[in-house]
């Protein structure tokens, strides 16, 4: 898991790394503001013994609790992992502390079932740095 994680991180800085060193050469090497975020890693977790319609039901506040974080401005992307592993997706939090992003993700109701389980990390990037 260490390893897929290792790759994932890897790739996501690849990805911000050549979207800054382009920007860098389009302003002319401008000046770039970095900020901490914060990677979460939502992971399975033993508890899946729910019925299908109270899974259905988990699912849908999951999804409304990532829409409602995504329009206040609390998380930049999200998405789940598509290969049958434990890590189900990731997000990338624009809040201001780690104990905020606990905090978030902890409101999560496929957090709060014991369905999924999260792994938070910081991670500096230029501040507002996209993918392409």
């Not at 990677?39 to 409304?64: I, W, Y």
């Amino acid at each position: 898991m260490n390893v897929l994680k290792s790759v994932i991180i890897t790739c996501m800085l690849m990805s911000f790394s050549t979207a800054f060193a382009q920007n860098e050469k389009a302003a002319g090497k401008k000046k770039y503001d970095m900020k901490t975020y914060y990677l979460v890693f939502l992971k399975l977790c033993p508890n899946r013994n729910q019925d299908s319609v109270t899974v259905k039901k988990l699912q849908e506040g999951h999804m409304a609790h990532l829409s409602k974080m995504a329009e206040t401005g609390k998380m930049d992307i999200a998405g789940p992992i598509t290969a049958d592993i434990d890590l189900r997706g990731i997000c990338i939090y624009n809040v201001a502390t780690k104990e905020e992003a606990e905090k978030l993700v902890n409101e999560d109701p496929m957090v709060k079932a014991g369905r999924l389980i999260a792994e938070i990390l910081p991670f500096y990037s230029a501040k507002g740095a996209t993918l392409r």
